[in-house]
């Protein structure tokens, strides 16, 4: 079975950090790219970050561009988002989430509907 597990998340002050992680089984690891995404309440999905094991090709939105890291440990099958700088506006669930790879433009890396499968979701709220 396919199966994304998130983790990492938890209460942080602002301007503190936390680091996801997604744990990835199931399926051909360097097949897929892994994408990080948020959901606030009332506010739609929002992709922030993808990654691709096989070629290392990154992407940001712009509003965690200089704030949030993407990495990929491939021998463990799991990609991490170092999210530093942390804004009470990035309190939301995040969700990893997995796609194929053949998907190499930003606009694919960070629309949720061309995702396959997807995690249950870590909770990260910001105080101020």
């Known amino acids: 079975d396919v199966q994304l597990q998130a983790s990492g998340g938890g209460l942080v002050q602002a301007g503190g950090s936390l680091r996801l992680s997604c744990a990835a089984s199931g399926f051909r690891f360097d097949e897929y790219a892994i994408g990080w995404f948020r959901q606030a309440p009332g506010k739609e999905r929002e992709g922030l970050s993808s990654i691709s094991s096989s070629d290392g090709s990154t992407y940001y939105a712009d509003s965690v561009k200089g704030r949030y890291t993407i990495s990929s440990d491939n021998a463990k099958n799991t990609v991490y988002l170092q999210m530093n700088s942390l804004k009470p506006e990035d309190t939301a669930v995040y969700y990893c989430?997995?796609?194929?790879?053949?998907?190499?433009?930003?606009?694919?890396?960070?629309?949720?509907?061309?995702?396959?499968?997807w995690g249950q979701g870590t909770q990260v709220t910001v105080s101020s």
């Open positions: 989430a997995a796609l194929k790879a053949y998907y190499r433009s930003s606009y694919h890396r960070l629309s949720a509907p061309f995702y396959d499968y």
